[in-house]
T-cell receptor, first 116, second 113 residues
Framework: ETGVTQSPTHLIKTRGQQVTLRCSSQ?????VSWYQQALGQGPQFIFQ???????GRGNFPPRFSGLQFPNYSSELNVNALELDDSALYLC???????????????FGNGTRLTVT | QQQVKQSPQSLIVQKGGIPIINCAYE??????FPWYQQFPGKGPALLIA?????SEKKEGRFTISFNKSAKQFSLHIMDSQPGDSATYFC????????????FGKGTSLLVTP
């Protein structure tokens, strides 16, 4: 059973550019969530995808968008990058929609994005 | 607005000590309370979780205590080891209608030899 994998591990972008981060869910998981973790903070929910549709969204602007593919892999796209977007972006998958005691979130190791 | 408040921000204990990390929440609809452990350069890893219908859960050296009336829960690490040095996050969500796992700000634990 493979865990959640993310690519790339590190990325440096310039303000105003666009970025795409990728995630492969844990085998058998049909739900993927994305979180942003600023330095020294807890992860903040961006959005969740279930069966290729957005299932919920946190307090992030529309320039944060996502996709989930039929094989349950996922992308996070961020347009018009700002300096404050510098953070660790975490992908997590779960067995069913949402997360619960019987279907916990499993996180990848993240992509460290630096915006200069 | 921080839906889960976690304290302390940092903690230093000697090997064998029992660090305690506390969390509090307001939303009574929350019904799932996991704890995650995060090492530098890694993603959070699920450590232990509890449902609000039980007051305590133990897994190995890790224990969650849950007080539903006070809307508080805590993590105890028995016989702590230097390898337990990490950042710990409490979290909460509503498994029936929520999709977001709400995290605390984290506690950086250092266990000295």
């Amino acid at each position: 059973e493979t865990g959640v994998t993310q690519s790339p591990t590190h990325l440096i972008k310039t303000r105003g550019q666009q970025v795409t981060l990728r995630c492969s869910s844990q085998s058998g998981h049909n739900t993927v969530s994305w979180y942003q973790q600023a330095l020294g903070q807890g992860p903040q929910f961006i959005f969740q995808y279930y069966r290729e549709e957005e299932n919920g969204r946190g307090n992030f602007p529309p320039r944060f968008s996502g996709l989930q593919f039929p094989n349950y892999s996922s992308e996070l796209n961020v347009n018009a990058l700002e300096l404050d977007d510098s953070a660790l972006y975490l992908c997590a998958s779960s067995l069913v929609r949402g997360q619960s005691y019987n279907s916990p979130l499993h996180f990848g190791n993240g992509t460290r994005l630096t915006v200069t | 607005q921080q839906q889960v408040k976690q304290s302390p921000q940092s903690l230093i204990v000697q090997k064998g000590g029992i660090p305690i990390i506390n969390c509090a929440y307001e939303n009574t609809a929350f019904d799932y309370f996991p704890w995650y452990q995060q090492f530098p350069g890694k993603g959070p890893a699920l450590l232990i979780a509890i449902r609000p219908d039980v007051s305590e859960k133990k897994e190995g050296r890790f224990t969650i205590s849950f007080n539903k009336s006070a809307k508080q829960f805590s993590l105890h690490i028995m016989d702590s080891q230097p390898g337990d040095s990490a950042t710990y996050f409490c979290a909460a969500s509503n498994s029936n209608s929520g999709y977001a796992l709400n995290f605390g700000k984290g506690t950086s634990l250092l266990v000295t030899p």
